[in-house]
């Protein structure tokens, strides 16, 4: 049988822990002797010092017993089982530690590796994949496994093993009486069965629709000012309560099924009692059977059903974990659709030159997104793509970043096909400042750092100064250690872009990309991002991406998009000579700008 990824982790895990494993077994072992041995220091007192039974040979020194000393062996005897309990608790709590320890740490293990594997997915995979319930899989379902790791991973050979040992002892005390209690197995196995194929399709139902009010929540709490610049507050909450309450009843479900499990063990319990109480007493009365054998018996069977009710608590745990799992594993079983070739090599020390050759790109539902784009950019030059939305720029960034492949064409970067170098060190070579600064809710310093690891507070306050960023961080009450809101909320436009802007030169990239840097800023801040950038771009190759043709003016080279396809390319003189399209787009823009002189420029 193949194993699974999610297989291998737990066992690599659990492989180099053989040692506390065994030692657990051990403890595990020792419960188990001392649990079937707890019944018999109450048969000795019945039979051998109460009732003056003839002892076996082991026995014999209790024989004759008269007096002070049936007193003194009636206190050894309590004292045994006082030491049995000690024994068993000790056991116990031993097994319980390193059995806790293992699925904790395996369940850590797994966590840590979905994690990662989750960092190294292609972008299209989390394109398609809804956050909320990836969040649900990697602590909903991660802690359902911890749990049946930390308890079955030696209690369900412990049940086992004490379930055969007390039928093993039964059926050797009595084996009309073990006949009784066996018949009462198929029963529980019927019940257990049942239990398991019922709980496993609801914890199914309601792991997914757990994921769904996942998703919901987290797009809500991210969208907040809009829901309630819409007064939209009541509508959200009716759509919270109805997948909520979906949940919930599935819930009561899962919880119904476990109650009845459970209350069907209880009967079951008490039908095989009453017979072994009534057939014993009457083996008893007729001199057949001793007391002390009814008592043990009987303890046995009362011992019995608890690891029985662990198993069908064990069960449902079972169930559960199998869902979860199968839902890890789809996560950890997805392959990267971007990976490095085998002979893979390092882009280092890039020059900077970018081509496109007839690069044609669509995200798989066969509309082309790209279609036969080609140009090419010099070493230390800025090329402009304009266009409107929807024109295809972004997705150019996304291929160059190699967050997907082109399906036909290709782009090379100082003459060698991107796909043949290692991802990392292509996109360690490229700086960008996206149109929406993603920073972290954490101190600024971390957010400039973020963009080389092991930066120095030289180098990040280089950056910020070059980013026209370090005068307002200063300012601020902890200076580079202040820490801001939930992605930059606490900052304005111009500063979050800024931030980006010096996130990107700390990695002293030969390229750069910038998304649309000035969308959105007002006219104070569109002059300090541009003075930055006027800094940032110097004798780097740049690619700006933007709408707006007034930021496109000093570029060395225009490369106009529509729908896909490249329409006309060029530097501004040559556009403006030659393209009248271009000329009245940028005349238009220049009059909104309150600037009519331009086009005469």
């Not at 369940?107 to 979905?114: D, F, P, Q, W």
């Not at 030169?505 to 569109?526: N, Q």
């Amino acid at each position: 049988m193949k194993r699974t990824r999610l297989s291998r982790i737990a066992f690599e895990y659990l492989g180099g822990i053989r040692g506390k494993l065994a030692l657990g077994a051990l403890c595990m072992f020792g419960f188990i002797a001392t649990q079937l041995l707890m019944p018999w220091p109450l048969k000795v007192v019945f039979d051998y010092i109460l009732l003056g039974k003839r002892p076996p040979r082991a026995l014999s020194a209790l024989q004759g017993l008269q007096g002070d000393q049936k007193i003194r062996a009636l206190v050894v005897v309590s004292a045994g089982i006082v030491l049995l309990a000690v024994l068993r608790g000790l056991f116990s709590y031993l097994q319980l530690t390193i059995t806790s320890s293992a699925g904790q740490k395996v369940v850590y293990a797994i966590r840590r590796e979905l994690f990662a594997h989750l960092q190294r997915l292609s972008l299209s995979f989390h394109s398609r994949t809804r956050s909320g319930e990836l969040l649900s899989k990697m602590a909903a379902d991660t802690n359902t496994l911890r749990d049946i790791f930390a308890d079955a991973a030696l209690g369900l050979a412990g049940d086992v093993l004490t379930i055969v040992g007390m039928l093993g002892i039964m059926l050797w005390l009595d084996w009309r009486l073990g006949l009784i209690v066996l018949a009462t197995f198929p029963i529980l196995l019927v019940m257990f069965f049942y239990r398991y194929r019922t709980v496993r399709h609801s914890v199914a139902r309601q792991r997914r629709k757990e994921g769904k009010i996942a998703s919901q929540l987290t797009e809500i709490l991210a969208a907040v000012p809009l829901v309630q610049a819409f007064g939209r507050e009541e509508y959200e909450a009716e759509r919270f309560e109805t997948e909520s309450s979906a949940s919930l009843e599935e819930g009561i479900r899962t919880a119904r099924l476990e109650a009845a499990a459970t209350r069907g063990v209880e009967i079951t319990r008490a039908i095989g009692t009453a017979a072994i109480v009534l057939f014993g007493s009457l083996e008893v009365l007729a001199g057949r059977m001793t007391l002390g054998t009814v008592v043990v018996f009987s303890s046995y069977l009362s011992h019995l059903y608890r690891p029985i009710r662990d198993l069908a608590k064990l069960s449902k745990n079972f169930a559960k974990a199998s869902v979860s799992a199968e839902r890890i594993g789809e996560i950890l079983e997805a392959e990267p659709e971007i990976q490095d070739q085998p002979n893979a090599i390092d882009a280092s020390g890039l020059a900077g030159s970018i081509v496109f050759d007839d690069v044609t790109f669509d995200y798989g539902d066969g509309r082309p997104v790209l279609k036969d784009v080609s140009f090419s950019v010099a070493p230390g030059q800025k090329l402009a793509l304009v266009g409107a939305s929807g024109a295809g720029k972004s997705t150019l960034v996304s291929l160059i970043l190699r967050f997907y492949d082109p399906i036909a064409g290709s782009i090379s970067i100082d003459g060698v096909d991107i796909r043949e170098y290692r991802c990392e060190s292509l996109r360690r070579e490229i700086g960008i400042v996206l149109q929406d600064s993603l920073l972290f809710g954490t101190t600024i310093r971390e957010n400039i750092a973020y963009g080389k690891q092991g930066a120095t507070d030289e180098e990040i306050v280089a950056a910020a100064r070059t980013a026209n960023a370090h005068e307002f961080i200063v300012e601020l009450e902890k200076g580079y250690d202040t820490v801001i809101g939930e992605r930059g909320a606490s900052l304005s436009g111009g500063e979050r872009r800024r931030i980006g802007i010096a996130r990107a030169l700390i990695r002293k990239a030969p390229i750069l990309i910038l998304d649309e840097p000035m969308s959105g800023l007002d006219v104070e801040s569109e002059g300090k991002v541009r003075n930055a950038l006027d800094h940032v771009m110097a004798g780097k190759t740049c690619i700006l991406i933007t709408h707006d043709l007034a930021s496109a003016t000093d570029a060395d080279s225009i490369v106009i998009l529509e729908s896909g396809r490249v329409v006309e390319r060029g530097d501004h003189a040559e556009l403006m000579a030659r393209d009248r399209r271009y000329r009245q787009l940028y005349e238009m823009k220049m009059r909104r700008r309150g600037m009519p002189w331009a086009s005469k420029a």
